[in-house]
């Protein structure tokens, strides 16, 4: 639900720089308000924040579908989630004897794998490789980062075992490509998510 979101509110945001908006009912201020609500509520879990967005019920955004721009691109997001995933598998991140031991509040203890950055930066690579069209891949990776850095702004902790997303999406830029296709989605993402942070306030 909250990828459906972004998608939808990102394209609907970013529409209005491509000088075609296709919401009748809500302005670009209010999609980017959205967004920002959203990576608040992400980031603290609380649901007031997300409740400030009036594009939760924007009558001109249909539910997406796989086979219109909104649902393809939060399937591709989906799927570069899950090989990100499957790239820990595949690159022998996942080693038994590397675990630590962590206590949970009312539930004893469970054993996690210690997963360094580096090996975070790895697993993205292998993600974006599996594409076999990267500059997209790298589209959809980014409006992730992207809007995960969006919702660290509201974090006061921040992860020792996972770099931060601005990192992860210059390491995506640069394996991809993506300054040399300045007409590209992903070349535009930084542009658009710097008006979303500079000018939208909630």
């Given amino acids: 639900m909250n990828l459906v979101l972004l998608v939808t509110w990102y394209q609907g945001f970013h529409s209005w720089h491509l000088g075609i908006p296709y919401c009748e009912d809500h302005t670009q201020i209010e999609f980017g308000k ?8 992400c980031a603290t879990g609380e649901f007031k924040e997300l409740r400030k967005a009036s594009t939760l019920t924007c009558p001109s955004l249909p539910p997406p579908s796989i086979n219109e721009p909104t649902g393809l691109t939060v399937t591709m997001i989906q799927a570069f989630v899950l090989l990100h ?5 595949i690159l022998g991140h996942l080693n038994p004897s590397d675990t630590t031991l962590v206590e949970m509040t009312n539930k004893g203890a ?3 794998y210690n997963i360094s ?3 975070e930066f790895a697993a993205d690579a292998f993600a974006l490789q599996a594409f076999p069209f990267k500059l997209e891949a790298a589209y959809f990776a980014g409006l992730l980062f992207k809007f995960f850095q969006t919702s660290e702004t509201f974090l006061s902790v921040h992860s020792t075992t996972h770099p931060p997303s601005s990192a992860r999406w210059e390491r995506i830029k640069q394996v991809a490509g993506v ?5 590209s989605l992903a070349f535009q993402l930084d542009e658009t998510f710097q008006s979303i942070n500079q000018w939208v306030q909630i």
């Fill in 34 to 41: 959205g967004i920002m609500s959203l990576a608040a509520f």
């Fill in 117 to 119: 950055q580096n090996q």
């Fill in 179 to 183: 300054a040399n296709h300045s007409d």
């Fill in 85 to 89: 995933e499957y790239g820990h598998v």
């Fill in 110 to 112: 469970i054993e996690v």
